[in-house]
């Protein structure tokens, strides 16, 4: 059986399966039950300042989105940070520390965007015994309104600056929670680096509205008429959060630097799918809140089968083996053409790939008497429309032309050396190259 | 009550509890969330094969569609326009035969999308709403007449009514509904669902319903073709073939038709008298109504004996397997030969029979079951309207129900093709445009 445990910026937990910070980690009791589960760590609910503690809407505050059977697909939340006392929640993390020494517990934080505010909580997180800390620069509803948040991780300069304080007050790691409500990654998780960070983890939640109710024409959740945008999670946003991270993977800046995935992680497929694009662990919530911490069993035997099944001896053997095949659109193979094939035997004639060819795309598909539906090999450009929307997985595969074929497309022969935009004759970029 | 065991005819012998609960909705509703899980499974085919199967051409994706995106009374409207006995399909149709036979589902993985299940939450979610939800056109001042006030003469009447002419419906029978109201199994339509679907589908106004009125006994063609602009029958088949062997005339020897009439007539089921031992002839839907709803009523052994193989039954295999679920014998290739006993019936002999190159021919062996009370369901037959031409048994049509006599159509099962209640909905249906355009000089 493969070894599970992992150290992520230097601190080892026993699998890669850590809670992120939110509300299953809001308090000791939910703590311990999810270690008494299997969770290889937990990120604290983010702290706030000493003093009164925030407080939260006596509403609704979570929205969701469902697919049929009502399997929910996105989340959204207006939850602020932690509306406990800091000295409850400190006291609770040292005692749940000392009683699982094996386990990572990390220390989320948001206070001001003022030094002296970091270098008073700093000392006092750190002697719970917090195996590091967590800085949260990505809530985007509410704390942002207050210039903490996602305000912070919206502007790179900030992120350095405070990851600077903190490396400067805490002698422990020190990992930045981005924001995806920003147009480039890599600038916060550059700044991230400048500034001296162990790592990052992301994503955050995106704004969001949910839906909109109406009849009362107010946005969901709906709190006494009013609705404001929430962060969104859940299997919704895993495409974006992956394409994050693989961005700060694979980016010369920040190549390198420990990322803890998180975004939708809901099986060990996605987790394992994290991993290979470049995180060193993940992080996962909307998973637990929707079916509860026992998922981790299922997440932790399904990724270690996996790696049996294919050889890796441990969880830093996967990492980032998938990041080299991430490139950029310029440097796609223009040579590589293939076609649609649909198995007329796996066919159940439902016609999809016909209209959504027809209607919505190139007129690559024929559909002949008895409902036979064929490729038509001169029109189709392998857009892979057909296979996306056909409702027999395997029924229709995109088959690709061997070498020195002619494409009846473009009546061109099919080269076998790779050849790309990069000098492609159209590109005017190219042609300057080439004079 | 009675004992279950008592020979011959007698009432009673369940108790009304086990009655009632034997005669339930056949199949239960579906909640909304339900459907919404039974729409999700909707592929939304191009030119979909079960609307190609539908004998009325409902567009079953878009109403799915309608369902599935929270709108079951936009998705009942989609239904009626092309059927407006939608309601009552969706309880009878065969559906396996048709929509669901062709769902794409059936072929991929043996379990089609629930469309009749889905067909009926929406038609039960428009219907529940107050009021008809259709209009009528401007009164155009012509009056036609429709014979029979089965799905065929309603469906005639209702598209009449609607493009704003006057409806004079003549039904024989004491009450309107034809087969939905006296002829399927009371499991298929309960509450009283046939009776609320005529009321509701004459809300339209415009359609006037004269029962106790027959063709050949109260009316006469010629003179209603003669007072009206126009007239459609929807006749049925008003006589049943008889049963041609030794004892047929015994007591106990009963149309399975009746058995069925009287039976969703009958006010209290512990009242309605049963076999101990059933036989029923024919092979048919209205024979597994009449055998399964004699098993629901009381009776200990029930058979089905069929003259052909299995697979030339009309039932569809669901029907069947219905049958047999509910502890139904069905027994193939064999044909009545008697009917024995000492006044009434106490005993049916049968012969085994072969399919050979000269048809059907007994073997000559025979075998004996007990049997109190046997039903035919051996067919039923037209009584030939006078003055009309007739193809064999049916009355002769051509283009939208057009017969040979000016100014009369006729459509259902009086004419050639499936004697199935949505067949019957889309003759009277297209009859009814095909008249508007003759009356109104539009094109047609």
């Known amino acids: 059986m493969a070894n599970l445990e992992t150290t992520f910026a230097g601190i080892t937990s026993p699998n890669p399966f850590w809670l992120a910070s939110a509300p299953p980690t809001d308090k000791e009791y939910n703590v311990r039950r999810a270690f008494e589960a299997g969770w290889g760590g937990v990120v604290w609910k983010t702290l706030g300042a000493e003093g009164p503690p925030v407080v939260n809407v006596n509403g609704p505050r979570y929205g969701a989105i469902w697919g049929a059977d009502r399997r929910l697909l996105g989340l959204n939340n207006i939850e602020l940070i932690t509306d406990r006392p800091l000295e409850t929640n400190l006291e609770e993390m040292a005692r749940v520390k000392a009683d699982y020494p094996d386990r990572a517990l990390i220390a989320s934080i948001m206070v001001p965007c003022e030094e002296e505010a970091w270098k008073a909580i700093l000392p006092r997180v750190a002697e719970t015994n917090a195996d590091g800390i967590e800085l949260n620069f990505g809530c985007p509803h509410g704390m942002s309104e207050r210039g903490m948040g996602s305000a912070v991780g919206q502007v790179p300069e900030y992120i350095e600056m405070v990851t600077r304080w903190c490396k400067k007050y805490y002698d422990r790691p020190v990992i930045v929670k981005l924001t995806p409500n920003i147009t480039d990654i890599r600038k916060p998780a550059t700044a991230a680096r400048n500034g001296g960070a162990d790592a990052v983890s992301l994503i955050n939640t995106i704004n969001s509205i949910t839906s909109v109710n109406l009849d009362t024409m107010a946005p969901e959740p709906t709190i006494d008429g009013k609705g404001s945008h929430g962060g969104y999670c859940g299997p919704a946003v895993k495409p974006i959060a992956l394409s994050m991270v693989s961005e700060i993977a694979r980016d010369p800046e920040t190549r390198g630097m420990p990322i803890s995935g998180i975004g939708g992680v809901t099986t060990w497929r996605d987790a394992a799918e994290f991993l290979v694009l470049g995180a060193g662990n993940v992080q996962v919530c909307t998973a637990a809140m929707t079916y509860g911490f026992r998922i981790v069993e299922e997440m932790a035997r399904g990724l270690s089968a996996w790696m049996d099944d294919k050889g890796h001896a441990s969880v830093a053997d996967v990492v980032g083996r998938a990041v080299p095949n991430v490139t950029d659109w310029k440097h796609l193979n223009l040579n590589y053409v293939t076609k649609a094939r649909i198995d007329q035997e796996a066919c159940i004639q439902c016609g999809r790939c016909y209209a959504a060819c027809e209607d919505t795309s190139h007129q690559a598909i024929a559909m002949k008497p008895g409902r036979v539906f064929e490729v038509i090999d001169a029109e189709c450009v392998a857009c892979n429309l057909c296979v996306n929307v056909c409702p027999v997985e395997n029924c229709i595969s995109m088959v690709e032309m061997e070498a020195g074929s002619v494409d009846p497309r473009t009546g061109r022969t099919v080269e076998p050396a790779h050849a790309d935009w990069t000098t492609h004759p159209n590109n005017p970029g190219a042609l300057r190259a080439a004079e | ?444």
């Open chain 2, 1 to 444: 009550m009675t004992d279950p065991l008592t020979p011959g005819i007698a009432a009673g012998r369940l108790s009304a509890r086990e009655i009632a609960a034997n005669f339930v909705d056949l199949h239960a509703p579906l909640d909304a969330h339900e459907a919404q899980v039974a729409a999700d499974r909707c592929y939304f085919c191009y030119d979909a094969p079960c609307v190609t199967a539908c004998p009325t051409g409902i567009d079953i994706p878009l109403f799915i569609r309608q369902i599935a995106t929270g709108q079951p009374e936009a998705a009942g409207r989609t239904i009626f326009d092309s059927n407006i006995l939608g309601g009552m399909c969706a309880r009878v149709c065969p559906t396996e035969d048709l929509c669901e036979g062709a769902c794409v589902r059936e072929a991929a993985e043996g379990k089609p999308v629930e469309i009749g299940l889905l067909q009926r939450h929406a038609t039960d979610a428009l219907m529940a709403r107050q009021g008809h939800p259709y209009l009528r056109a401007a009164a155009t001042g012509r009056r036609v007449a429709v014979v029979g006030a089965g799905p065929a003469g309603l469906a005639c009447a209702h598209r009449l009514a609607m493009h704003g002419h006057d409806v004079t419906v003549y039904e024989a029978r004491p009450k309107a509904g034809g087969l939905n109201e006296f002829g399927i199994a009371a499991y298929k339509s309960v509450d009283g669902f046939a009776a609320r679907e005529v009321e509701w589908l004459c809300g339209i106004g415009g359609i006037t319903i004269e029962t106790g009125r027959a063709l050949g006994r109260d009316l006469d063609l010629g003179t209603l073709a003669a007072e009206f602009d126009a007239v459609f029958l929807g006749v049925g088949l008003g006589g049943t073939n008889p049963l041609d062997v030794d004892g047929a005339e015994r007591e106990g020897v009963a149309d399975a038709v009746s058995f069925i009439a009287e039976l969703r007539q009958a006010e209290d089921l512990t009242t309605l008298p049963v076999g101990r031992d059933v036989v029923v002839i024919g092979g048919g839907m209205t024979a597994i109504d009449a055998a399964v709803q004699a098993r629901l009523l009381g009776a200990e052994t029930v058979t089905i004996a069929y003259r052909r193989g299995r697979d030339r039954m009309g039932a569809s295999r669901y029907e069947q397997d219905l049958a047999a679920t509910k502890g139904v014998r069905i027994l193939c290739n064999v044909m009545p030969v008697a009917v024995h006993g000492n006044g009434a019936a106490t005993e049916i002999e049968l012969e085994y029979t072969e399919e050979g190159e000269a048809g059907l021919v007994g073997t000559g062996r025979t075998l004996r079951l007990r049997a109190d009370q046997v039903f035919r369901a051996i067919g039923q037959a037209i009584v030939a309207p006078d003055g009309l031409e007739m193809d064999g048994r049916k009355v002769r049509v051509t283009g939208a129900g057009r017969t040979s006599m000016a100014k009369v159509w006729a459509g259902g099962d009086c004419t050639a093709g499936q004697d199935l209640t949505v067949v019957a909905v889309a003759e009277g249906r297209d009859a009814a445009e095909d008249i508007h355009a003759a009356l109104t000089g539009a094109a047609g």
